[in-house]
């Protein structure tokens, strides 16, 4: 698909080198600036008049209340504000970098993002426990980063995760599989036991206790059956937008950063 471009408020010739940032938080590529308006959510904003997602993280979902009546997630508002802060307290001013898909489905662009003085803002927001890491549309650049950064909020129990601490009840943003109720749809992260894990018809199929998690053929090749099937008898977390169907919870996952033990932190 053909790169939407940012035009507009362009400054030239700036580019944060690899050497002074030589972390996976650093940016790959040359960066474009260009000034930001605001924050629709915790992982979508506006510049340009253009809507750009970013890559990387899943923040809680805003309540929609025009088309599909869409209930919010606990912490979006504040997710929201985080990111709104964000881009204020830096004068709007942020440093664009594309991936390996540029454009989704619904024609935003896909964009990693940085300030001036170098932070990278998926991390920033990641860290301070207001998003989920999530791999996405093949944009894998700085997937550690952003999985470390998910880590130490986890760790810290800052904001998403001390209400999973606090309010297990609400089954958000991690939830025991056998726990799961028709209600638990939407993106989360479940945790369960894996008791089968099979090829069948045109799915990898990897079943926990009441969960089925599915991978489609037209992503076999990011993964390896030898290695999902090693997970039979453990305990995994699985992360991405449960439906329920049937009776039970299933999942489609596309990259294997959305079984914990597969993701970067863990290879």
């Given at each position: ?28 590529h040359?960066?474009?600036w ?29 309540p929609r ?5 869409t ?17 204020a307290n830096n ?12 454009v ?11 300030l001036k003085?170098?932070?990278n ?14 791999t996405?549309?093949?944009?894998s ?9 998910e ?5 810290n ?18 939830v ?20 089968r ?6 799915h990898?199929v990897i ?11 037209h992503y076999?090749q ?9 997970l ?12 329920y ?23």
């Open positions: 698909m053909t790169t939407l471009r940012f035009t507009l408020l362009l400054l030239t010739g700036l580019l944060f080198s690899q050497q002074a940032w030589s972390d996976d938080c650093a940016p790959k040359e960066l474009t260009v000034k930001a308006q605001y924050a629709l959510s915790g992982d979508t904003l506006v510049i340009q008049d253009q809507r750009v997602r970013l890559n990387g993280i899943h923040a809680p979902q805003i209340i025009h088309k599909f009546n209930p919010g997630q606990p912490l979006a508002k504040e997710a929201q504000t985080f990111l709104n802060k964000l881009l004068d709007l001013e942020v440093g664009v970098e594309y991936d390996t898909t540029q989704d489905r619904f024609n935003r662009q896909l964009v990693h993002l940085f003085d170098g932070t803002v998926q991390q920033e927001i990641l860290k301070n426990g207001y998003a989920i890491a999530f996405d549309n093949q944009n650049l700085h997937a550690r980063c952003y999985f470390e950064a880590q130490q909020a986890r760790q129990r800052y904001q998403l995760w001390d209400l999973a601490q606090k309010k297990p009840q609400l089954h958000y943003p991690l025991n599989s056998s726990e799961l109720r028709k209600q638990d749809d939407g993106f989360r992260i479940i945790r369960g036991q894996v008791e894990v099979e090829q069948l018809g045109n990898y079943n926990l206790d009441t969960t089925g998690i599915r991978i489609p053929k076999w990011r993964f390896d059956l030898a290695q999902l099937k090693g039979q008898g453990k305990i995994i977390e699985v992360r991405g937008l449960a439906y169907y049937k009776g039970a919870m299933y999942m489609i996952i596309e990259h294997p950063n959305a079984i914990d033990r597969l993701n970067p932190l863990n290879r």
